[in-house]
């Protein structure tokens, strides 16, 4: 061979192994991609709370005329690659493939139109099983396509009082069941025979009950103030690394204070030892309220989500909404859900999310309190309640038809990020699950309050969006934003907030300063106080058993005082506060103890 056919054949083939090179590398980097190793750096969706799904109206208040949407006590379970979140007298369910978009299945067959609080678990990962009450008892149905939703009943019935029901199928794949509702009775369990119809093997088992002389955040009432006895109910079961995490709601659906607590133990029937950093799951103070009775769950990556129920309480004390919240397991085993923010725009992660990693965006509200005009307004439902970050207070405008409208003075240029609208309902007159509901309107950005362009376009949607929030595509520089209504499906075109999310251009609050936590003589309640911040919205209050785990949080506007009544009698406690505004979030305070 020439030595000119040797440098070419060298050259082909350091050209042949440069390109295998470049596909493997193309290879290696596709893979890492998609198995979400470089996820904090991946384009992420977002979410925000309460989450957008078209809730079923109820039906139990027909006679009185109260129409109201309500969706509670989610149950949320995977099943061959999807997700299936079954809610409190529904007439159906809802279908995910990402935690985020949900797509209601109105089932071909179905036994609890009328059920509260359905369980559902997955079983041999073949078939979905759920406790249903036709005629007001209990059984199991089950289907092998919850898609179609072609349900079938187990003939037998539970021979038990049935309330909030929970399934929990083991590695082994015995099935427990788990029940209460009730300001007497504890939780009970007990294991089912699934060779046997799901018949219970042996009586229930008493496990846990609420102790509100010992457990502050178990006192019923709003901000746990009121002596009746609170209701414990709706649990669920978690196993993680061999140990059982018994979860339940306390102490009732319709106050600010509704969270989730836990008890673990190494059997699923117990005996069961009490978490004292509880609540895990705790958000009394914002826009909406409320985190208690739900469910937790792994995401496609492996992260957990903890699902819990919201209160509206307007209309009627269980009118409610839903409401997800990354959640997980510390390296001590420790249970949190992260509610800090919690009704703000959060990132849904596109792979494995990382140690530590926060998944707030940072996304500050920008509208709250801002001035507000609209194009009319019927008496007591003045347009200021659209900005006044309160579910309960609500804008009213004289007509539902198209042209009604609403602007908020953001009073200085922001860089706008989200939108949610939240819509209210207002002698609705609408009861059970309508398919002919839907929501339009355009939503317009301006700099001048003359000129205007479109910022969201909804003109053209066909689904029924009773708290839409939009991502916008990029930020837009806006002063000005307007909601214009294109067609409202009920009577009176009601928002209870027009919430504008993104930055502002100024600069963050400074730390507050003279940080106090005094224990009181109750030693279920501590006052907190600090010094107002120049510029400040609000703070945010952050508690724990540890130093180092800080994992609750409350939201409080304004004011520089809180008294928090949710505290377990015997650890002592450490807080830490933080002040916030439309341009950031300061740094926290030095961490207090309080004995």
């Not at 978690?238 to 018994?246: D, I, Q, S």
């Not at 492996?302 to 909404?321: A, L, P, S």
């Amino acid at each position: 061979m020439t030595i000119e056919k040797k440098l070419n054949s060298i050259l082909i083939s350091g050209r042949i192994l440069k390109k295998f090179y470049s596909i493997i590398v193309l290879i290696f980097l596709f893979l890492l991609l998609f198995s979400g190793i470089f996820s904090p750096g991946a384009v992420r969706s977002t979410y925000c709370n309460p989450i957008n799904i078209d809730y079923t109206y109820s039906i139990v208040n027909t006679s009185k005329g109260l129409s109201y949407r309500s969706g509670a006590d989610p149950a949320v379970v995977k099943f061959r690659g999807g997700y299936y979140m079954f809610v409190t007298r529904s007439f159906g369910y809802w279908h995910s493939t990402d935690l985020k978009t949900w797509d209601f299945i109105r089932p071909q067959s179905w036994y609890f139109e009328s059920s509260n609080a359905p369980a559902a678990w997955s079983f041999k990962d073949s078939i979905l099983i759920a406790l249903g009450n036709p005629s007001e008892w209990q059984c199991i149905i089950y289907t092998d396509d919850p898609e179609k939703g072609t349900w079938k009943g187990v003939p037998s019935l539970i021979p038990a009082d049935v309330h909030d029901p929970a399934l929990f199928v083991d590695e082994d794949n015995k099935v427990y069941l788990y029940i209460g509702s009730s300001n007497v009775y504890p939780i009970k369990g007990v294991e089912l025979d699934p060779d046997n119809y799901f018949l219970p093997e042996g009586n229930f088992k008493d496990l846990i009950s609420l102790h509100p002389d010992k457990h502050g955040w178990e006192r019923f009432g709003e901000n746990h103030m009121d002596t009746t006895a609170g209701y414990i109910e709706g649990a669920w079961m978690t196993k993680h690394n061999g140990v059982y995490y018994l979860q339940y709601a306390a102490p009732g659906t319709e106050w600010n204070v509704y969270g989730d607590g836990v008890y673990t133990s190494d059997h699923p029937l117990g005996p069961f030892t009490y978490a004292e950093y509880n609540p895990f799951s705790y958000k009394p103070e914002g826009f909406i309220t409320g985190a208690g009775h739900g469910s937790t769950v792994k995401d496609p990556y492996g992260n957990y989500w903890h699902f819990g129920t919201m209160v509206v309480g307007v209309n009627y004390y269980f009118e409610r909404r839903i409401g997800m919240f990354p959640s997980g397991f510390d390296q001590d085993g420790q249970l949190y859900a992260n509610t800090a923010y919690g009704d703000y725009p959060h990132y849904i992660p596109s792979g494995k999310k990382q140690a530590g990693e926060d998944l707030f965006t940072g996304w500050m509200l920008l509208s709250y309190n801002k001035p507000v005009q609209s194009s009319s307004y019927l008496k007591d439902f003045p347009p200021a309640n659209a900005t006044d970050e309160n579910i309960k207070t609500v804008w009213i405008s004289e007509t539902n038809s198209g042209g009604e409208w609403i602007m908020i003075d953001l009073l200085n240029e922001s860089d706008v990020k989200a939108v949610q609208v939240n819509y209210s309902d207002y002698k609705s007159d609408v009861f059970g699950k309508r398919d002919s509901i839907y929501h339009r309107y355009v939503i317009e950005f301006s700099n001048d309050g003359i000129n205007w362009d479109k910022l969201i376009d909804k003109r053209a949607n066909n689904k029924d969006v009773p708290n839409d929030y939009t991502e916008l595509d990029k930020p837009q520089s806006a002063r000005y934003i307007r909601f214009k209504n294109v067609h409202h499906p009920t009577p009176y075109l009601a928002i209870s907030d027009l919430r504008i999310f993104g930055n502002g251009q100024g600069t963050s609050p400074a730390t507050p300063s003279e940080f106090k936590a005094e224990r009181e003589q109750d030693r279920r309640s501590v006052k907190l106080s600090w010094l107002p911040v120049n510029d400040a919205q609000g703070y945010m209050i952050y508690f724990g058993i540890n130093p180092e785990k800080l994992y609750s949080s409350v939201m409080v506007y304004k004011d520089t005082t809180y008294r928090l009544n949710s505290l377990n009698v015997s650890p002592d406690y450490f807080f830490s506060v933080e002040a916030f505004n439309e341009n950031g979030i300061s740094g926290r305070t030095r961490v207090v103890r309080s004995e």
